[in-house]
C-alpha cells in the first residue's frame, strides 16, 4: 500500500487535537505527508475555536487533551447545527474500553488506540472524509431541491406559505392518528415537495383562469412522476417519494399517476391529500377567490368516499373544528 492509494484530491482540512509528546511522531507529520491541510491545536478551547472557524472536514481529538477534554469538544461539536456534520475520531489508549464507549455516548464516529499505527491512521481518515464529502454532496442537492419546491410553490399561489399551513394541517391530523414524531416529519416535508413536478408544466397551464383543455390537464397530470424523480437524491427518498408520487391518487381509484384505490394508497399520501384539498380551497387561485372554511368542509364531506379517505376525512374535520375559535354571543 503507497501513500497514493490513501490519499484524496483535493486534501481535506482536518484538525489534531493532541498533547504534545516529544517521543512519538506527531500524527499532522503522516497526514501532511499525504496532502491534508492539518490544523493544530494543543488544548480543548482552542480546537473549539479552530472548528467554529476554519471548518474541518474531520476532527481527530486525543481523549486527554486539557481545558475543554474531548468528550466534551465533541458534544458540542455535535450539538451545534454548523458543525454537526463534522466527523470526529478519537484517539484512545489501548486499554480504552470505557474511553471508546464514552465517545459514542457524545456522538463519536470512530476510535483509534495508541500507539498509532500510520497505515490505518491514513485509511480511517481517508474512508471518514469520503463518507463527509458524499453527505455534504447530498446536502447540497437536497438544498437545490427543496429551493426549487418553494420557487413553484410561489409561481403557483398567491399566497407564500401555502405549505407550512398545508404542513400544519397534516401534522394535525396525524398526531390525531397517533403517528410517530419521525412520520410527522416525513409528513412535513411532502407538503414542502408534493407539487415540486409541477416545475415541469408550462406557465401559461400553470396559472390558467379558465377551464383546461384535455392536453393541458394531462400535462399536470405528470407532476407527481416528476416530483418523484426530482426527489430520488433525498436521504430521506424511501420514505418521501410514495407522498410525492401518490398525492393525487383518489379513494375510489379515479386518481393519478397510478389509480390506485382505498387503502392501497399510503395513508400518509391519504392524509397530505386532505391537508392539501382543504388549504388550496382557502387559497386564491388564478381561477377563482378563497372559499370559505364552511364550503372548504362542505366539499370535503362530499367527497369522502369517493376522492378521500372517509375515516381520515371525518376525523380532519373533528381536528379542524377543535381549533377554531368559538362564536361570540
Known amino acids: 500500500m503507497t501513500s497514493d492509494d ?16 516529544p517521543a512519538t511522531r506527531p500524527i499532522s507529520d503522516y497526514l501532511e505527508a499525504i496532502g491534508h491541510t492539518v490544523l493544530v491545536a494543543r488544548d480543548g478551547e482552542e480546537a473549539l475555536k479552530r472548528i467554529r472557524r476554519d471548518d474541518p ?8 487533551i486539557p481545558r475543554l477534554n474531548a468528550y466534551q469538544l465533541c458534544e458540542r461539536g455535535k450539538n451545534h ?12 489508549s489501548s486499554s480504552g474500553q470505557d474511553e471508546k ?49 418553494r420557487m413553484v410553490e410561489n409561481k403557483v399561489s398567491q399566497a407564500s406559505s401555502d405549505s407550512e399551513r398545508m404542513s400544519e394541517y397534516a ?12 412520520d410527522l416529519e416525513i409528513l412535513r416535508k411532502g407538503a414542502l415537495l408534493h407539487d415540486i413536478g409541477k416545475i415541469a408544466v408550462r406557465e401559461e397551464v400553470l396559472l390558467k383562469s379558465g377551464k383546461l383543455t384535455a392536453e393541458e390537464y394531462n400535462e399536470i397530470k405528470l407532476h407527481p412522476e416528476v416530483g418523484e424523480r426530482i426527489c430520488g437524491p433525498l436521504r430521506c427518498a424511501d420514505l418521501v417519494l410514495p407522498i410525492i408520487r401518490h398525492h393525487q391518487e383518489r379513494w375510489d381509484g379515479k ?4 389509480g390506485l384505490r ?59 373544528r377543535e381549533r377554531q375559535p368559538a362564536a361570540v354571543a
Open 6 to 21: 490513501l490519499g484524496l484530491v483535493p486534501g481535506a482540512r482536518i484538525l489534531v487535537a493532541e498533547r504534545h509528546e
Open 57 to 64: 472536514e474531520l476532527a481527530i481529538l486525543d481523549v486527554g
Open 81 to 92: 447545527p454548523t458543525t454537526r456534520g463534522i466527523p470526529v475520531m478519537m484517539l484512545v
Open 101 to 149: 464507549l464514552r465517545g459514542l455516548e457524545v456522538g463519536a464516529e470512530d476510535f483509534l488506540t495508541r500507539p498509532v499505527n500510520k497505515l490505518e491512521l491514513l485509511a480511517r481518515v481517508k474512508s471518514l472524509i469520503r463518507v463527509k464529502r458524499l453527505n455534504d454532496q447530498v446536502e447540497t442537492t437536497e438544498n437545490v431541491i427543496f429551493g426549487l419546491a
Open 171 to 182: 401534522r394535525r391530523l396525524g398526531q390525531a392518528l397517533g403517528l410517530t414524531e419521525e
Open 255 to 258: 386518481g393519478y399517476p397510478d
Open 262 to 320: 382505498g387503502e392501497q394508497i399510503p395513508l400518509l399520501a391519504r392524509i397530505l391529500s386532505i391537508a392539501d384539498a382543504y388549504d388550496a380551497m382557502l387559497s386564491p387561485r388564478p381561477y377563482r377567490p378563497p372559499l370559505s372554511p364552511e364550503q372548504a368542509e362542505e366539499n370535503l364531506r362530499m367527497g369522502a368516499g369517493s376522492q378521500w379517505d372517509p375515516h381520515l376525512v371525518h376525523l380532519f374535520l373533528a381536528v379542524i
